[in-house]
């Protein structure tokens, strides 16, 4: 069983296949259907699709009984869940303190710039999402960007660069 949901961002309108099947596997074998492991299922599911569709959340509402009302509280009240499409690749600035007195802010402009994205959104072409966050816990090594969850400490803009060449080449 599959079927297609509607992802909108700001531009345009793209289509994402639903695989139910998968979505069972998920919620059935893995979790066995219990409500009470509600929150992994959607850890699971967002690891699968890099976000929460609506199809998907609609479907586990209806699988395990728990009211959307309920999953939608528990999807926008976690930061680590995104109702929005995320890109193939996470960068992520820390604008704490310490990494915003060594240039943390100028490097989120400079990859803002480069890649025509604001902090918190996805690049059309669903490669990059640009990611602030206030800490990181490494102030010693400031400032420290965190590219598809490897921290680069003393990170600079030419550190970055690279990692932005590396997905142009993509």
Not at 51 to 80: G, H, N, W
Not at 137 to 159: F, L, N, R
């Amino acid at each position: 069983m599959s079927g297609t949901a509607c992802v909108c961002q700001e531009i345009e309108c793209r289509e994402i296949e639903i695989d139910y099947n998968q979505l069972d596997k998920i919620i059935r074998d893995d979790y066995g259907g219990n409500k009470e492991t509600m929150i992994m299922m959607m850890q699971a599911i967002q690891r699968v699709y890099r976000f929460l569709p609506e199809a998907a959340l609609k479907y586990l509402s209806q699988v395990i009984d728990v009211p959307l009302t309920k999953i939608y509280e528990v999807a926008t009240f976690y930061a680590s869940f995104s109702l929005e499409p995320k890109g193939k690749h996470i960068l992520t600035i820390c604008t704490g303190t310490a990494c915003h007195l060594r240039g943390s802010g100028g490097m989120v402009r400079h990859i803002a710039e480069r890649m025509g994205i604001e902090p918190g959104k996805t690049t059309q072409d669903l490669k990059l999402t640009l990611e602030t966050v206030n800490c990181v816990g490494a102030c010693a090594v400031a400032p420290v960007a965190v590219m598809d969850e490897k921290y680069y400490p003393k990170a600079t803009i030419a550190t970055l660069n690279d990692f932005m060449d590396r997905l142009d080449a993509e």
